[in-house]
């Protein structure tokens, strides 16, 4: 991209190259297959304090053909999804609608649809659309953008609430993607984002989280930049500092007036330099700092004798395991409670992927947690490994054994 994917401002800084890596969630069926590699480089711009990767590979290829992930197999997640939605429906009855856009498997949207509210749901990976479906859910296997915002319009539909979790920096066409959450919000209607925050990302050095499914990493400055290009306020700021290395929910309307915790939110920012390329230009040799001491920490403990395995077939563990050249010869398998990611291979560095019961039969002195996120959760199912002796290398934002 010659330009800035939310404002079209061509002034882009490059602050961090990753090289060339494969698709993070195009996990191999065969280790011999072979796989595209796409550079990863992130840049700033300065006109609307954006972050974005440069390469655009298509979004069919992203998130149909090689996109197995569903959010129902994380507690906390499901959790932190029970509690938004019961706050969701709060006022809103069966003349009501909840649209939540990249909806995965239902994971949220049924707990609406439960409280008698209808909904419906638009992802276009085939196999969530079916989980969703299978839950009570309908779901539209779709992209997302203006043009289905204006055929559901169209159809007399116009949605209360818009839910999108996890799918706005998932989108290349931002504007596009913004001009259909107006269109399809009733008058009177809100939509709640969620995404990683940009600044918890280089301020915890989550470079992992960096991969060509994340088109854009955003922060409320370039949030309410873009909102406001289509008509749109924001008006709320929640920050969960712990779900996904420290993530937004940012609300956006029409007409509601602004809150404290909005107008504190990007006063915080710009104190901390978020909109500015100062804040960026460091990151690339923090990152460099960990990459060194991670691959030194898991060569020593190979040197002596170690056996290493990994937790987490996630997009973020292909980015760590590649950036850092870990390949079978110093990280042996990977497990993942997903069973539609097992009997997988990791892509670039060809893992084998099996369940986590393999921790437990295989006994590797030690686990690198990819699914870093998940750390608490994750370890406290783990309680038979770590209780034989078991120990979890977790790589950001300092490399540690636990």
């Known amino acids: 991209m010659p330009s800035c994917r939310s404002c079209g401002g061509g002034r882009l800084e490059v602050f961090l190259s990753l090289g060339d890596l494969p698709l993070a969630d195009a996990l191999l069926r065969d280790p011999g297959e072979p796989e595209a590699r796409f550079p990863l480089d992130v840049a700033f711009c300065p006109d609307c304090a954006l972050v974005q990767i440069l390469e655009e590979v298509p979004p069919q290829r992203l998130f149909v053909d090689n996109y197995l992930y569903f959010s129902s197999f994380s507690d906390a997640l499901l959790e932190h999804a029970r509690v938004h939605a019961e706050g969701l429906v709060e006022g809103l009855g069966p003349e009501s609608l909840v649209v939540e856009v990249g909806s995965n498997d239902g994971y949220l949207l049924r707990h609406v649809a439960a409280a008698g509210v209808p909904v419906l749901g638009i992802d276009p990976a085939p196999d969530q659309a079916d989980a969703a479906a299978a839950a009570g859910v309908p ?163 190979r040197a002596e004798g170690a056996r290493i395995a990994a937790y987490g077939a996630a997009a973020k563990g292909a980015t760590l395991l590649n950036s850092c050249g870990l390949g079978t010869d110093m990280v042996e398998f990977v497990v993942d409670r997903n069973p539609h990611k097992q009997g997988r291979f990791m892509p670039g560095t060809h893992q084998p992927i099996g369940p986590p019961e393999a921790l437990v039969e295989q006994r590797p002195d030690a686990v690198l947690l990819l699914a870093w996120n998940f750390a608490g959760e994750i370890m406290a199912q783990q309680r038979a490994y770590r209780d034989a002796g078991g120990r979890f290398l977790v790589p950001v934002p300092q490399p540690t054994l636990v």
């Open 139 to 301: 779901t539209l296997r779709e992209f997302f953008g203006l043009d289905l915002a204006r055929r559901l319009r169209a159809e007399g539909r116009r949605a209360d609430v818009i839910v999108a979790n996890n799918v706005m920096a998932h989108t290349p066409d931002l504007n596009g993607f913004v001009a259909g959450l107006a269109e399809l919000m009733a008058d009177d209607g809100v939509a709640t984002i969620e995404n990683p925050s940009v600044e918890e990302l280089v301020e915890r050095c989550e470079f992992d989280t960096i991969y060509h499914e994340h088109f854009s990493y955003l922060s409320s400055t370039s949030v309410a930049a873009l909102m406001e290009r289509h008509g749109l306020t924001l008006f709320r700021v929640e920050a969960f500092p712990d779900l996904h290395g420290g993530t937004r929910r940012w609300w956006v309307s029409r007409s509601r007036p602004v809150e404290e915790s909005a107008r504190d939110a990007l006063a915080h920012e710009a104190e901390a330099g978020v909109g500015s390329a100062g804040f960026y230009r460091s990151f690339a040799g923090r990152v460099e700092a960990v990459r060194r001491e991670l691959i030194g920490l898991v060569g020593g403990l």
